[in-house]
């Protein structure tokens, strides 16, 4: 199947500083990519979808000058958190629709823990 | 409502069954998964039914669909230690690419 690799996997960092994580589809073109946030013991929020070349679509809620998502390319989406606080702390997920599928099936990245001291 | 619910924990012991139950909220929801996601990982795909279908069988994995109520199952025969994971089911709005998770049901297995 298609594989999306995400990195870092984990990342500690101080509060008031900038963390990008990336999401790659590694084997295919993805046009859509999708960010989640996962609290523990909890399902997966939808924070907003990615779209090559253009602006990412925010779920309501969602601060977008907080959580920058770029689509640079077909295999490439970042999500970077500004200014990370605590309430931060997350474990955030990336999908990534493969255009020759019929079947909506999404692939998902490993996730990235991000602690935020 | 809004919201994909399952209910959060299942036990079984290893050899049995599990079925693990999900109401979801589309009617019009053109396909309907299951992801498997383990300790700290991301999600994997178990398997999907499209909204036509009642049923498909996928080795040991029976998904029931039942459009009616709209609920959504899923039977893993044969239950091994390996299967203790959270299981999402997700449905796709229609129209969008846009998944929409299920609460995650904890299946944890004893040997």
Known sequence: ?117 | GEDVEQSLFLSVREGDSSVINCTYTDSSSTYLYWYKQEPGAGLQLLTYIFSNMDMKQDQRLTVLLNKKDKHLSLRIADTQTGDSAIYFCAEIKAGTYKYIFGTGTRLKVLA
Request: glycine share 6%; with cysteine.
């Open chain 1, 1 to 117: 199947g298609a594989v999306v690799s995400q990195h870092p996997s984990r990342v500690i960092c101080k509060s008031g500083t900038s963390v990008k994580i990336e999401c790659r589809s590694l084997d295919f073109q993805a046009t859509t990519m999708f960010w989640y946030r996962q609290f523990p013991k909890q399902s997966l929020m939808l924070m907003a979808t990615s779209n090559e070349g253009s602006k990412a679509t925010y779920e309501q809620g969602v601060e977008k000058d907080k959580f920058l998502i770029n689509h640079a390319s077909l295999t490439l989406s970042t999500l970077t958190v500004t200014s990370a606080h605590p309430e931060d702390s997350s474990f955030y997920i990336c999908s990534a629709r493969a255009g020759t599928t019929n079947t909506g099936e999404l692939f998902f990245g490993e996730g990235s823990r991000l602690t935020v001291l």
